[in-house]
């Protein structure tokens, strides 16, 4: 019987030919060498068809096969990394390091070295401090300077707004600053266009520098900053950065910024305030405004602090971020208002950082190698208005505080290391972005700490050009 009979050839006797399909069905399956038989039992003699009944031979018993499981997919292929940076890593010119490198596609950790212990960050604390302004303020923010009429007759009040980059001239060394000659225009029209100030000049000129509180000068900061020219004291009312040389990145900052930016103003009214008198005070609610200038967008800002390590500009972020916020204006207040604008706003966990300042200059700011790395992968991924802050960043023998980097024998990551650079006298850090030999893109964050400038940096760089050697290829070993 064929193993699909054609349905118009029916036995009357469908019972049968039922058990007979099921026998031929087992014997189907079994082994053919097994030797099962069928066949039907038929007399020597001419026997009609329609008495026959068709019997079957013995089922075999030998087990049926048993098909093996197939996978659904082939497996992918995995990676081997055995790419070492270890002895880069503990060189003698690092000192005590810390750091971690990811794949910043996944945020795998590829390399790790203490990179949970928090530690002082020099001025890669700048990312910090722009990623929260760039959440809070927002990168289209700009910073007001502004004069208004004083109480008594002859006296204006000039207000700042915590613009440190507004210029004394026509320019200085910020991008796109506001200056003080337009604003004294500003106040020189308005002046002379009312008829109560008909033939009087300007005899006080109050310097209204209230807008931030408490100390101006970090009690951990070395005055050699100061005295050497990379760092300001921290006051609403500036001009230049309070440069000596306003077109110096370095120049060394006077201890009273809020008067300078007075003589300033002053000089720029011209003869209209030739005797006039600077005294410090407040300008009073709701006073009519004779002029106002604006900064460069804080976009702009934080570009130059990171890109320069600005370590006034950043500060003035840091306290302008505090006070959007609601948490003061005064170096106590950043803790709390960079820590939570990191946390709302990336998500990021705070719980362990220590911020005492916005510019990185103190030692006892606290922040660790795997916080930093999971920031710049958020960088990377341009999150929000973190972009701002990859665009802006140094790259390695191009541009900034890279720009004198990676050379030699280094050279060959140029333009392809692009990061945040610090040292100070106990530390220097750098993080940031590789983009790897292989093409992978890692993320990355070094510190070398209590090691000299010089063997410190030559050391980080070192390192850095090993992690763009090895890429995803980058053991932990």
């Known amino acids: 019987m064929p193993e699909h009979a054609p349905s118009h050839r029916r036995p009357r006797r469908g019972w049968l030919v039922a058990a007979a399909w099921a026998g031929f069905g087992v014997l189907a399956l079994a082994s053919v060498a097994g030797g099962a038989a069928v066949a039907s039992a038929q007399p020597t003699s001419a026997v009609s068809t329609e008495s026959a009944a068709p019997t ?3 089922i075999s018993t030998l087990p049926v096969p048993t ?31 810390q750091g971690t490198v990811r794949k910043a596609d996944t945020g795998e950790i590829l390399f790790d070295r203490n990179g949970d212990v928090y530690s002082r960050t020099a001025s890669v604390m700048k990312v910090l401090t722009s990623s929260a302004a760039l959440a809070v303020l927002g990168p289209d923010y700009r910073v007001s300077t502004t004069v208004v009429e004083g109480s008594a007759p002859g006296t204006v009040v000039l207000v700042g707004g915590g613009d440190i980059t507004l210029s004394s001239g026509s320019s200085n060394i910020y991008n796109d600053s506001a200056t003080m000659g ?29 807008l931030f509180s408490g100390d101006s000068w970090q009690s951990s900061w ?27 990145d370095t120049s060394p900052r006077s201890s009273d910024p809020v008067s300078r930016a007075g003589q300033a103003f002053q000089s720029a009214l011209g003869s209209v305030a030739s005797g006039a008198q600077l005294v410090a005070g407040t300008a009073t609610a709701g006073a009519t405004t004779l002029g106002t200038v604006q900064s460069a967008p804080v976009s702009t ?18 306290r302008l971020t505090a006070i959007k916020l609601g948490d003061g204006s005064s170096f106590s207040s950043l803790q709390k208002a960079i820590t939570s604008a990191l946390h709302d706003n990336y998500g990021l966990d705070v719980t362990n950082l220590v911020i005492l300042d916005g510019s990185g200059l103190s030692n006892d700011d606290a922040v660790s190698a795997l916080f930093l790395t999971t920031l710049f992968d958020k960088i990377n991924a341009r999150i929000g208005n973190l972009g701002v802050i990859l665009d802006g960043l140094p790259v390695a023998d191009q541009t900034g505080t890279l720009s004198y980097r990676f050379t030699g024998a280094n050279s060959v990551v ?6 945040k650079t610090g040292s100070i006298d106990t530390a220097n850090t750098l993080a940031g ?17 209590d090691s000299t400038l010089d063997a410190g940096r030559a050391a980080l760089d070192a390192l850095t050009v090993g992690i763009y050697n090895c890429g995803n290829a980058l053991s932990n070993n």
């Open 56 to 58: 079957m031979g013995p």
């Open 301 to 318: 800002m934080v570009q130059e602090a990171i890109l320069r390590s600005d370590n006034t500009e950043a500060e003035m972020l840091a």
């Open 182 to 210: 337009s604003l004294a225009d500003q106040v020189k029209a308005a002046w002379a266009a009312d008829p109560a100030n008909a033939g009087v000049g300007i005899s006080t000129i109050v310097l209204d520098s209230s």
């Open 222 to 248: 070395d005055r050699v900053e100061q005295t050497e020219g990379s760092t300001a004291e921290v006051t609403a009312l500036m001009v230049d950065g309070d440069r000596a040389n306003p077109t110096a």
């Open 433 to 449: 972005v590789v983009h790897a030999a292989d093409g992978t893109t890692l993320t990355f964050a070094f510190f070398s700490l």
């Open 67 to 97: 098909r093996r499981p197939q996978p659904t997919s082939a497996a992918g292929a995995s990676i081997v990394r055995t790419c070492s940076v270890d002895a880069l890593a503990n060189a003698a010119g690092m000192a005590t390091f």
């Open 414 to 419: 140029n333009g392809k290391v692009i990061a």
